[in-house]
C-alpha cells in the first residue's frame, strides 16, 4: 500500500520488497544480499532461519502448554485484558541493562528512556544505526533486549532502543510522537540515509508509522534509508 510505505500516489516504490518467510530461505538471502549491497552487513538469513525454527517451538511448546491445561489462553473481556496487562507494567519496569554483554547507555528523548547499544563483539560501523522498536501491547522491553542486542552484534551499528510508552496508559499517537522524536534525535548524528527502522510484530507496525508520521506533518525531516517491518500489527481506526 503506497500510503504504508510513504509513496506519494502515481509515483512507483523504489526497492520495496515484501518477504514472506515461509517461502523458504531463498528469499532471505536474496534480501540479504540486497542489504550487503545498498545498506550493510545486516545478516538476515541467520536471522531469518532462527526465526523460522524458533517460531515453529513457540507454536508447538503453547499448543502443549494449552493441550495439558497449564496455560489458560482464554480471551477475557477488554476490561480484564487491559487490567492485566496494566499489572504486567507494573512489575517490569524499565531498568537499565546489567548483564555486559554489549555498551549500554541511556538518554532521554521526550521525557522517556532510549537504550543506545553497541556491541562488544564486533568492530563499530561508524555512520550507521538502527532505530529498533520492540513489539507487544504491552511494555515488552525486555524479551526483546537481547534481539536488538543481536542486530548490533551482526552489523557492528549502534542500535537506539526507545522505552515507548505503553498503549495501557497513552493514546497511540503520543505512542508514535515519542518514537518519531526518537527518530528526530538520531539525525542529528546520521545521516537519513544511514538509518534502519525496524520492528517485530506492533512494533512493526511503529516502524511504518515513522514514514506516515512523516508524510503527514509534510516531510519536515528526510526519510530513513530502510525499513524492515516483521510481521506488523496494528491498530483499530476507533
Request: hydrophobic residues 35%.
Amino acid at each position: 500500500s503506497s500510503d504504508l510505505v510513504g509513496v506519494p500516489p502515481g509515483e512507483r516504490a523504489k526497492r520495496v520488497e515484501v518477504v514472506r518467510p515461509k517461502v523458504g530461505l531463498r528469499t532471505w538471502e536474496k534480501c540479504g544480499k540486497w542489504l550487503d549491497e545498498g545498506y550493510g552487513n545486516l545478516n538476515l538469513v541467520t536471522l531469518g532461519s532462527n526465526m523460522i525454527i524458533s517460531s515453529q517451538v513457540a507454536v508447538k511448546t503453547l499448543w502443549l502448554l494449552r493441550r495439558t491445561g497449564l496455560m489458560d489462553m482464554t480471551i477475557q473481556s477488554p476490561e480484564e485484558e487491559l487490567k492485566k496487562a496494566r499489572l504486567w507494567n507494573q512489575r517490569h519496569p524499565f531498568r537499565m541493562p546489567k548483564d555486559h554483554r554489549a555498551y549500554y547507555k541511556e538518554i532521554e528523548v521526550a521525557g522517556y528512556p532510549v537504550l543506545l547499544i553497541r556491541s562488544r563483539k564486533k568492530r563499530r560501523e561508524k555512520g550507521k544505526a538502527i532505530l529498533y522498536l520492540h513489539g507487544g501491547m504491552r511494555n515488552s522491553w525486555k524479551e526483546e533486549l537481547s534481539m536488538a542486542r543481536g542486530y548490533s552484534d551482526n552489523t557492528g551499528m549502534e542500535v537506539w532502543y526507545p522505552i515507548y510508552p505503553s498503549l495501557t496508559e497513552v493514546p497511540v499517537t503520543k505512542t508514535i510522537d515519542v518514537i518519531f522524536a526518537t527518530y528526530q534525535a538520531m539525525l542529528r548524528k546520521y545521516q537519513a540515509g544511514k538509518i534502519a527502522v525496524m520492528g517485530c510484530s506492533f512494533g512493526g507496525q511503529y516502524a511504518f508509522e515513522v514514514i506516515n508520521w512523516n508524510n503527514k506533518h509534510g516531510q519536515p525531516v528526510p526519510m530513513p534509508g530502510l525499513l524492515i517491518a516483521d510481521s506488523p500489527g496494528g491498530a483499530p481506526d476507533s
